[in-house]
């Protein structure tokens, strides 16, 4: 083979490698494989985002008790937004909701997000969830917001097992209790009904006005 051959065969072949190269790159990068999506409900309308969504059972089949609605809530906007209601179509069950510290709203910050359901989350909570849901089937949820409105997905209902054990029902979020005030250290009780101020018993030890003056004039003429 002459030179000028054996120049072409290796050019060809560095090409060859070169073009598998890029193509092993672009696979890496957006190859379907690569691609995973998760198998919970999401969605998104405007600016409100919901990913992850289920109806979380009892962990016992059917065993009787509330369940919850449990999702994602993000809020790409420039305005919060307040999750003003949850409802189940074709269900007359209501569904109540919890902020996080117990009272209030249940808040989506312009930019941020809140968890539905786990501990010291916010909370969505069907009262009578083995009437409302069957375990297994896609049970149609909305989200009603204040600005964006209604949000519309199919969740999926499992029980509160493996995975989805910390984020089934359980206690709702408390208000925190407010704190006792404190009487001072060293501060004397007092006598209920008696004026602010007055010992409860007698000083001991004192002297009669008679006495006391006695001892005054003694004093001051040096006797």
């Known amino acids: 083979m002459s030179r000028s051959l054996r120049h072409g065969a290796l050019a060809a072949t560095a090409i060859v490698f070169s ?7 672009s696979a890496g990068n957006d190859a379907q494989t690569l691609q995973v999506r998760p198998d919970n409900a999401a969605t998104a309308v405007d600016n409100i985002k919901i990913q992850n969504a289920n109806v979380i059972t009892q962990p016992e089949h059917g065993a009787e008790g509330p369940a919850v609605v ?76 204040s600005e964006t409105g209604d949000v519309e997905l199919g969740a999926t209902v499992v029980p509160s097992t493996t995975f989805f054990k910390g984020f089934g029902p359980s206690s ?31 000083v001991t030890g004192s002297t009669s006005p008679d006495t006391g003056a006695s001892a005054s004039e003694t004093a001051a003429t040096g006797h």
């Open 70 to 145: 449990s999702a994602m809530v993000f809020n790409n906007g420039t305005k919060r937004e307040v999750l003003e209601a949850i409802t189940l179509p074709g269900s007359d069950t209501p569904v109540k909701l919890h902020a996080a510290k117990g009272k209030g709203p249940v808040v989506v910050p312009a930019g941020g997000s809140v968890l539905l359901g786990g501990k010291g989350n916010a909370a969505a909570v069907i009262e009578n969830g083995h009437e409302a849901a069957r375990n297994g089937d896609v049970q149609t949820v909305v989200f009603k917001f």
């Open 172 to 202: 709702l979020p408390v208000a925190p209790k407010p704190t006792p005030a404190q009487t001072p250290s060293g501060a004397a009780s007092e006598t209920p009904g008696a004026p602010s101020g007055t010992p409860t018993e007698p």
């Open 19 to 25: 073009i598998a190269s890029m193509s092993a790159c």
